[in-house]
């Protein structure tokens, strides 16, 4: 089957109906709507009428960025170009800058259980962004438990993102931070995470390393802050590339827990439960196939 396999390429082969084929990656209606809007978006970048759009069903994997081609590498770093260029990028950091989306466990209660399912709809989001300029990009982890240092392939992407009206520089400053539980996490923190029981256990092991009796490094806070730079800022770290592979990796292994953990689940009802400012909720979350994804 022909598919977009060039990034930016508007020469689409075409199926032998004539058609352009696309690829539609989702189970969740809400999900499955976002496609179908991304399939209209990317008509007009081809310059084809949305009737000559053929879909089909596929799921993407994420990969593990030590993993990916040279070319996959490329590609994703081209459509983050892209997106900061065009001036997309920038309002979707700002979404992380709206403490009123209450998705932090230093928010409280509901922060607590909303911090999962949001990031997951926040990469979503960022990779629908991307694929709507090539349907082959995806966001990639890093397991920074293993690879203990920032992947060189990103170490010179450092670029700068306006962002609520001023320009966000990408600075880092890698294993400077004082606080001694900013490191990156140790395989036995990881494994530590893995083995709670409930899901509140489980996102508050997996965010800021708690009980701090229990595990060394404050997990995922501990990583943002061991980066430091922009990564540290609670509000504009999306800015720096690194923040998706970080909070791939974070969801990734919910992904894996919530295998093993099926009637686990973030503790959430009304409003609360949809994860704003976008219309997925919480139910939506519960398996990254619902979004067209899986972790390889």
Known sequence: ?????????????????????????????????????????????????SEEIATRQSTIERKNQSNMTNSER???LNGIQTLISNGQYGPHVSHHADMTHNMHGSMGPIGIQRFLPWHRVYLFEL???????????????WD?????????????????????GLPRV????????????????????????????????????LEAGLPVSKYQTAMHNGVHMWIGGIMSDLMYSPTDVLFWLHHANCDRLWAIWQENHTNQNPNLTGTDAIMDPWSFNEQDTRDTTNFGYVYT
Do not use: C
């Open 170 to 205: 990408v600075v880092r400053a890698p294993g400077a931070h004082s606080n001694p539980r900013s490191k990156l996490p140790t395989p036995g923190d990881v494994n530590n995470v893995s083995n709670e029981t409930s899901y509140t256990a489980f996102t508050r092991a």
């Open 74 to 76: 490329t590609r994703f």
């Open 1 to 49: 089957m022909g598919k977009l396999s060039k990034y930016g390429d508007k020469s689409a082969e075409r199926k032998s109906s004539g058609k352009v084929e696309l690829i539609i990656r989702s189970k969740s209606a809400h999900a499955g709507m976002k496609h179908l809007i991304t399939a209209h978006r990317r008509s007009f970048l081809l310059n084809v009428p």
């Open 127 to 141: 990779e629908e962004m991307l694929q709507a300029f090539d349907p082959e990009i995806f966001i990639p982890y």
């Open 144 to 164: 920074w438990s293993v690879n203990t240092s920032i992947p060189q392939w990103l170490q010179n992407f450092t670029p700068t993102v306006v962002v609520d």
